[in-house]
């Protein structure tokens, strides 16, 4: 336990002495390193995917508005024919839904897939001091999180829309006459 960890420890450093270069530490406070590392780690990878997530909605709001621009004579021509001017704006949402919804199922599908191989092939992280008796597990094989699939598939989905929202208020905002002479 963590009474004979203490007394193998202080037996450790009356043995070595004073020895600048060594440091003597017992399993549990290298076991709290590995849970800080990780914690870490979890918070890190958050920052990074949200960071990836913003640079995503720029790409995605810069390609809806170029799809956007590219479609005036399209819009125009609906226009003319039979849309409203929110009509149009709904159509630009209902695209961004249809693409950000795909894009999630891929994404899931993809990203099940992957997690299946490694954690059937044993591809994991594995931990050295696991064999001295340790908390620590031998291994830590990538599983798949549910509430956290389902909300990231939520915001892939939900974020084109938000991204939409400058293009199809660009595009409800044009006039017959203004989409027709592009």
């Keep these: ?39 870490f780690l979890d918070i890190f990878l958050f920052g990074m995917m949200a960071i990836f997530a913003i640079v995503a909605i720029v ?26 001017s929110r009509q149009a704006g709904f159509l630009i949402y209902a695209e961004t839904l249809i693409t950000g919804a795909a894009a999630a199922f891929a994404a899931l599908a993809v990203g099940f897939i992957l997690v299946h191989i490694l954690a059937a092939g044993r591809i994991g992280i594995r931990f050295e001091l696991s064999d001295m008796g340790a908390a ?6 990538p599983g798949l999180f549910p509430f956290r699939l389902f909300a990231i598939s939520g915001l892939c989905t939900a974020l084109p829309v938000l991204a939409a929202l400058l293009p199809a208020r660009t595009a409800r905002k044009l006039t017959v006459r203004e989409c027709l002479s592009s």
């Design 136 to 141: 620590l597990p031998e291994m830590i094989i």
């Design 59 to 84: 790409g995605m709001c810069n390609a809806i508005l170029l799809s956007v621009q590219d479609r005036t004579k399209d819009i125009g021509t609906l226009r003319a024919i039979a849309i409203t």
């Design 1 to 39: 336990g963590r009474d004979d960890e203490g007394i193998a420890s202080e037996q450790v450093v009356q043995s070595l002495g004073k020895l600048p270069l060594i440091e003597v530490r017992t399993f549990s406070q290298i076991a709290a390193s590995y849970v800080a590392m990780f914690e």
